[in-house]
Nanobody
C-alpha cells in the first residue's frame, strides 16, 4: 500500500492543523494505522494509532487531549486533528500502516513493526 501524508504547515502556538494520510494500492481496512513524528535531532516517536475500523484509538501522553486520530475507510484516508499546538509539536509527521486487526499496544507503538510509511509532512509551530 502507498501512503501520502499532507496538511503540514507553519502555524502559531495555540492554532489547529489537520493532517491527512491517503492510502492507495491495498485494502485499507487490513491495517492498523499510526502517526509518528520526528523532530530535528531526535528519534522518531509514536503519536497516535487507530484500529482497522476506527473504533479504537490510542495516544501518546504528550498529545492526549489535544490530538484526535480518525479514519474514513470509504475514502481510504486517515486524519490527525491537532489542536492547541505547541512549539514542541514541531516535527515531520509520518503516517504508517501496520498489517493486522488486533489492536495491541506493543504492536501499534513500535515503529519497527509498521509495514508501510508515508513520506512525511512538516509541522512547524512558532511561539
Amino acid at each position: 500500500v502507498q501512503l501520502q501524508a499532507s496538511g503540514g504547515g507553519l502555524v502559531q502556538a495555540g492554532d489547529s492543523l489537520r493532517l491527512s494520510c491517503a492510502a492507495s494500492g491495498g485494502t485499507f481496512t487490513s491495517y492498523r494505522m499510526g502517526w509518528f513524528r520526528q523532530a530535528a535531532g531526535k528519534e522518531r516517536e509514536w503519536v497516535a494509532a487507530i484500529n482497522w475500523s476506527g473504533s479504537s484509538t490510542s495516544y501518546a501522553d504528550s498529545v492526549k487531549g489535544r490530538f484526535t486520530i480518525s479514519r474514513d475507510n470509504a475514502k481510504n484516508t486517515m486524519y490527525l486533528q491537532m489542536n492547541i499546538l505547541k512549539p514542541e509539536d514541531t516535527a515531520v509527521y509520518y503516517c504508517a500502516a501496520n498489517s493486522g486487526i488486533a489492536f495491541i499496544e506493543r504492536l501499534y507503538r513500535s515503529a519497527s513493526l509498521y509495514d508501510y510509511w508515508g513520506q512525511g509532512t512538516l509541522v512547524t509551530v512558532s511561539s
